[in-house]
């Protein structure tokens, strides 16, 4: 069964602090992405990556940073997280291979910024 | 860029059937997906359509394409309270890269 992991469902952090939110898939996909949910606007992509080593910037990429040192991880980071950035961030997957296309999502991590 | 729309809010009675609809703006956007997002969880794919088909079935979903009015709907027959969840609209040009774009979702909430 495939499988995306978020290291943490649920995070609560002060203003200043530096967050970190880890994601592991076990499919050998290339692409990995970072989106952050909020209500009535859906999901937004903050960053992707399509290769290790490698990332671009999606729409919404102020205040956050990432790193993929291996194919099988991709890392959010909140170098100085602020309360606007609570929210339930999701991580995706895709592959090249396939038929479908489709995008394979990890459970969400729910961060809290006091 | 993509720009997708759907409903926020729908509300059927259990045994119903119930229909979220999306509209999008490319044109170009050849794989379609219907996803489920039940409370505190990830999103799921429930079914996708590739641009070149009309309509798609699948136990109770059936997904119906107009690529004429660039308009996707998801209907499900005999809602029941476990369908309850929020539905995305998504669309893709490609298995390659970020081109995937969605919808807000629609909270479908199913009445007893």
């Known amino acids: 069964d495939v499988k995306v992991t978020q290291s943490s469902r649920y995070l609560v952090k002060r203003t200043g602090e530096k967050v970190f939110l880890e994601c592991v898939q076990d499919?050998?996909?290339?692409?990995m992405f970072w989106y952050r949910q909020d209500p009535g606007l859906g999901l937004r992509l903050i960053y992707f990556s399509y290769d290790v080593k490698m990332k671009e910037k999606g729409d919404i990429p102020e205040g956050y940073s990432v790193s993929r040192e291996k194919k099988e991880r991709f890392s959010l980071i909140l170098e100085s997280a602020s309360t606007n950035q609570t929210s339930m961030y999701l991580c995706?997957?895709?592959?090249?291979?396939?038929?479908?296309?489709?995008?394979?999502f990890g459970e969400g991590s729910r961060l809290t910024v006091l | 860029g993509e720009d997708v729309e759907q409903s926020l809010f729908l509300s059927v009675r259990e045994g119903d059937s119930s229909v979220i609809n999306c509209t999008y703006t490319?044109?170009?956007?050849?794989?379609l997906y219907w996803y489920k997002q039940e409370p505190g969880a990830g999103l799921q794919l429930l079914t996708y359509?590739?641009?070149?088909?009309d309509m798609k079935q699948d136990q109770r979903l059936t997904v119906l394409l107009n690529k004429k009015d660039k308009h996707l709907s998801l209907r499900i027959a005999d809602t029941q309270t476990g369908d309850s969840a929020i539905y995305f609209c998504?669309?893709?040009?490609?298995?390659?890269?970020?081109?995937?774009?969605f919808g807000p979702g629609t909270r479908l909430s199913v009445l007893p």
């Open positions: 998504a669309v893709s040009r490609g298995n390659y890269g970020q081109n995937f774009v």
């Open positions: 490319d044109s170009s956007s050849t794989y």
């Open positions: 499919m050998d996909h290339e692409n």
């Open positions: 359509i590739f641009s070149n088909m």
């Open positions: 995706a997957s895709r592959g090249y291979q396939g038929d479908t296309g489709e995008l394979f």
